[in-house]
T-cell receptor, first 113, second 113 residues
């Protein structure tokens, strides 16, 4: 089925461990985004990629790195996880250039102990 | 920078009653305004989008929103609530450059049978 696929769906880490969240879309969208969702704070943009080979910081980029591997894939890496990074992470792609419409994955729930 | 404020983090309505979820945007007129819905353990889905073509925007599942420049508002309404409407609703706005999206903190809608 067409859509945005995120892996893993659940992950528990210890403080200081590293991990990568994977995101892939098969809709040929150019722009992709990583958000984190925390209670009472809505969704906050971590990084985005307007096209293959480009990435830009969003509102809360500290502690994260991203890679736009190709048009389909946009990964989010935590180099040294901290409890403050416990959150639900969503990947999204933009339906078309300047449509402003986002298509979201189902989320990845990360707990850092 | 653009921003949106959602008034009321929790709203409860009886089945069949009017649904009104409030959203106010920052003073400069944004390129696009949106309402998204999130069902439990799922990603966000687009409900409707304002693009300046019409001030009253109709979306899916009987929802609509009216853009009021004088009130800097974009409230979401539905005449008659259904049990299946229980979800979290997010108002969102694009940046002036159109390449970033800013979400409100969300409103959780409960429908009472």
């Amino acid at each position: 089925n067409a859509g945005v696929t995120q892996t893993p769906k659940f992950q528990v880490l210890k403080t200081g461990q590293s991990m990568t969240l994977q995101c892939a879309q098969d809709m040929n969208h150019n722009s992709m985004y990583w958000y984190r969702q925390d209670p009472g704070m809505g969704l906050r943009l971590i990084y985005y990629s307007a096209s293959e080979g480009t990435t830009d910081k969003g509102e809360v980029p500290n502690g994260y790195n991203v890679s736009r591997l190709n048009k389909r894939e946009f990964s989010l890496r935590l180099e040294s996880a901290a409890p403050s990074q416990t959150s639900v992470y969503f990947c999204a792609s933009e339906v078309g250039p300047n449509t402003g419409e986002l298509f979201f994955g189902e989320g990845s729930r990360l707990t850092v102990l | 920078a653009q921003s949106v404020t959602q008034l009321g983090s929790h709203v409860s309505v009886s089945e069949g009653a009017l649904v009104l979820l409030r959203c106010n945007y920052s003073s400069s007129v944004p390129p696009y305004l949106f309402w998204y819905v999130q069902y439990p353990n799922q990603g966000l889905q687009l409900l409707l989008k304002y693009t300046s073509a019409a001030t009253l925007v109709k979306g899916i599942n009987g929802f609509e929103a009216e853009f009021k420049k004088s009130e800097t508002s974009f409230h979401l309404t539905k005449p008659s609530a259904h049990m299946s409407d229980a979800a979290e609703y997010f108002c969102a706005v694009t940046s002036n450059t159109g390449n970033q999206f800013y979400f409100g903190t969300g409103t959780s809608l409960t429908v009472i049978p």
